[in-house]
């Protein structure tokens, strides 16, 4: 069985954007076994997450979104197929809050693709 990373790691590309007047700062990682994504959509008071496996085999994501700072608890968030595959959870929380993406991707040639700690949004409701 093969096993790949999809998320943060020391090699790994971490991207930052801020949302004016929002504190809001959004998390992409690009590692060996993939992308992972999250970002607070302030328009909306939504969490926008996604994941892509570095495989071409159909796949199944299990995760949870979970929450902290001014926020608490966690949200599972599930997708399968092919690509890209993402959702969106309701926001939580009440001042400076996080949001951090984790769970795994299990394709259907047995690989398994497992997002890392540290893909993490902050914000501001």
Request: hydrophobic share 35%; aromatic share 12%; charged share 10%.
């Amino acid at each position: 069985m093969k096993k790949g990373l999809l998320a943060f790691s020391l090699a790994a590309l971490l991207g930052t954007s801020f949302i004016a007047g929002n504190q809001t700062e959004a998390a992409s990682a690009i590692g060996p076994g993939g992308t992972s994504t999250i970002d607070y959509l302030s328009g909306s008071d939504k969490i926008y997450w996604s994941v892509k496996p570095n495989t071409s085999w159909p796949y199944q994501f299990q995760g949870y979104v979970t929450f902290g700072y001014g926020a608490s608890g966690s949200v599972p968030v599930a997708s399968l197929g092919v690509g890209l595959r993402g959702g969106l959870v309701d926001a939580r929380g009440s001042g400076f809050c996080s949001a951090t993406l984790n769970g795994t991707a299990y394709a259907l040639d047995g690989s398994t693709f497992t997002v890392l700690p540290r893909v993490t949004t902050y914000y501001t409701r």
